[in-house]
């Protein structure tokens, strides 16, 4: 029975440290779950504020820094109250959780900074394309103005020159004169003249006929050439608005 009651009581106190631990760890743990739902309460209320969207994001980031750092400032208060203390159990649960929280903001912080640099990439792209998008609006706005400008310009050289062309026909027009007759057919209006105060009608009708085929035969070729004329200075005219119209339109283009 002594020896029975002696190994009782040596696994008794075998199982005390064991014992010891796991107390130690259920209070380092439950101390743990109170200090982070105090860091979950605190973001929730940081994130109820509404200020502009940048200036939320700021807040809300410096909000949670701030509350990272207090939580990892209670824990190493904690972890070297217990290295005091010579609680050295609790002391390396705390150091692990230490090291395990600060790895995990350091990642946290990489993480929100590439967020915060995409987010701004995007804002400067987005920028871009709005002012490209607006830049390409204006310019085709002023394209479709300026395009019906010069056409407007076109239009109204084309019926500058059309009033143009029409003066000048009726000046070429009314400046025709009288055609000048050969030397013969004034010579046989003479002589037609002269029979006809000498009473000789028969020889003076014959001369007048001569003198009217001749006069006829005369004007129909003056008035061909005075055509003709008149045709050459008009294309000439013509060329010369067609060449102002086309320096108009390269000029516009």
Known sequence: RIIKGAKKE???????????????SQSVSFRLETLQEDLASWKTKVRCLEPP???RHA????????AVNDFLQILEEHRRNCERQGKYVEAEIAKNRLEELKVHEENRRKEAMRSRQ???????????MLEYQQFNADWDKKMGEYESHASDLVEAMRARHQNELTDFQQALLGKQQRPKFSRELLNLRKIQETLAKQKDYTEAHKIKLKCDALEAWELEKWKNAKQQEMFQREAKFKHQKQQELIALQRRIQ
Request: with cysteine; net charge negative; glycine share 2%.
């Open 118 to 128: 995409l987010a701004e990439r995007l804002g400067v792209e987005e920028a871009h």
């Open 53 to 55: 969207v940048r200036e």
């Open 59 to 66: 807040i809300m980031d410096s909000a949670e820094d701030s």
């Open 10 to 24: 040596h696994r008794a106190h075998r199982n005390k440290p064991i014992c010891l631990i796991k107390e130690i």
